[in-house]
Structure formats: structure tokens, C-alpha cells
């Protein structure tokens, strides 16, 4: 479809600002797909027309949206629609190329590394284990459409390291392994959420600027059964993945203080 053919909604008179109101519709177009990625935008003119705006205003609302990485220009050419952040779904487990295959995405993984290693405290804690006991560590960067998007640190019992040797790492998530081949069925994961800012090597292998920001998550993923099995730090680029979660307010029970006043 032309993009000048779509109908518009109209610029309402009101105390938000018109910039403001013509940013979120083209903003709620490209989230919902009306406006596809790669799609050529209206020019400022036609913009000026359907939405009966002056020029400053197009210019200032696109300006937002071009922060926002959403839309990208061409000089000479026009602005376009970005191609949206790759996003995995928190509320569920599942692997990460599981995750981005299913959404249409080529994921390629870079082994770094494949080694054994004594247990730290901390990775021994995490997987209800003894101290300096061996484990497998995995170093794996994962690339989306060949691009550089995470750099991933796992660690797993050392039997399990052992039987990974033999398998594709390249191309097949751990999880998939673990439950497809070796039967082992996964049930939860604990994760602990915050940021980071990419040293030396994170910079290296996500082809970043050092002390860029990155979003940095430890996953411990347990059996079924219960028993911890893979534990992992995963360093995520914020400008080209985003996790997301949907969640619901729960009503305090009756009689319940609420905590902490106002919100």
C-alpha cells in the first residue's frame, strides 16, 4: 500500500503538544506494523497534509522517533522504517535460538571456548556443588543475522560439559541438547537482572565501544526434578536485543496495608 493512501487520525486540539501527537501515531503504525521495516515513510510534505501540521512540527516528532532508533534516514532518498530489536519473551524458558529462529531470524553461535574449569565459589553455590570441584565452562557469542548480539558464560556440571564436546554448538542451543538428546527434561530458571558496561573483551566480541552499556542477566536453569543445572551470565547489546515481559497487577487481599504510601 502507498503510504500516502493510509487514512489518518487526526491531530486533536489539545494540551499534549502536536509534535508529541503525530510522534505516536507514526509510533503506534510502526509497532503495529502498518508501517513495515524498510518501508519508505511519507515525505515531511505529505505528512504536512494528511495530518494538517506545519513542517517544524514533522520534523520534531521524526526527530524523536529517529532517537528512538525506529526510523533511519537516507539523504536524498527519505526516512525509513528500522527494522525492529530481536525480543525474547522472559515469562518463558526456552533457548535462544529456539527462541529467535522461531521469529525468522538466521542465529549462528561462535564457540570461544569449551574448557574445564574449577568451580569458583560462586559457580559452586549456584549449581550445589564443592568449591574447586571441575566443571564445564562454555564461551559462546551469539550472532542474529550475522550480527554480533550477545556474549554468553556457561557453566554445567562436568559430565554434561564432557558429552557437549561431541555436539554442534555452532548451531543448536544447549537446551535443545539437553532435553531432545540426552532426555533431560528443564523445568525453571532463576534470574537476576542489572547492568554492565563492556570491558575489553565484551567490547571485542560484541563489537562495541569499551564501557558501552549492557545488559547483563544470570540465569541458573534447573531440572524438572529440581536440581540446578546450567548456570550462565549472559551480556546482552542493548541496542539490538530486548527481553520482554508481560505482567498483571494482582489486587492486595483485603484487609492488607498497602506497603509504602502513594504510588
Do not use: W
Request: hydrophobic share 35%.
Amino acid at each position: 500500500m502507498n503510504p500516502a493512501s493510509r487514512s489518518t487520525s487526526p491531530i486533536e486540539l489539545s494540551p499534549v503538544p502536536l509534535y508529541t501527537q503525530l510522534r505516536e501515531a507514526l509510533r503506534e503504525r510502526i509497532l503495529d506494523g502498518s508501517y513495515t521495516p524498510h518501508e519508505r515513510l511519507p515525505s515531511e510534505n505529505e505528512l504536512c497534509t494528511q495530518f494538517k501540521v506545519s513542517r517544524i512540527t514533522v520534523r520534531q516528532a521524526l526527530a524523536d522517533l529517529q532517537r528512538e532508533n525506529l526510523i533511519f534516514k537516507i539523504p536524498g532518498k527519505g526516512t525509513y522504517v528500522s527494522k525492529p530489536k530481536a525480543f525474547q519473551q522472559l515469562s518463558q524458558l526456552e533457548g535462544f535460538a529456539e527462541a529467535m529462529t522461531r521469529m525468522g531470524y538466521e542465529v549462528r553461535n561462535r564457540v570461544l571456548s569449551h574448557k574445564t574449569v574449577p568451580a569458583s565459589p560462586r559457580v559452586a553455590e549456584r549449581l550445589k556443588l564443592v568449591a574447586g570441584e571441575p566443571v564445564a565452562q562454555l564461551k559462546r557469542v551469539r550472532h542474529i543475522n550475522r550480527a554480533p548480539v550477545s556474549y554468553e558464560v556457561t557453566y554445567l556440571p562436568h559430565d554434561i560439559g564432557e558429552r557437549l564436546r561431541q555436539e554442534d554448538l555452532a548451531g543448536r542451543d544447549i537446551f535443545l541438547i539437553l532435553e531432545n538428546d540426552y532426555g533431560i527434561a528443564l523445568g525453571h530458571a532463576d534470574l537476576q537482572i542489572d547492568a554492565t558496561l563492556a570491558d575489553e573483551a565484551l567490547s571485542h566480541a560484541l563489537a562495541v565501544t569499551e564501557g558501552t552499556a549492557l545488559l547483563r542477566i544470570e540465569r541458573l536453569t534447573h531440572t524438572a526434578a529440581g536440581r540446578p543445572l546450567d548456570f550462565e551470565d549472559l551480556y546482552f547489546r542493548g541496542d539490538a536485543f530486548q527481553y520482554r515481559l508481560r505482567i498483571n497487577r494482582t489486587p492486595a487481599a483485603a484487609g492488607t496495608p498497602d506497603q509504602g504510601g502513594q504510588a
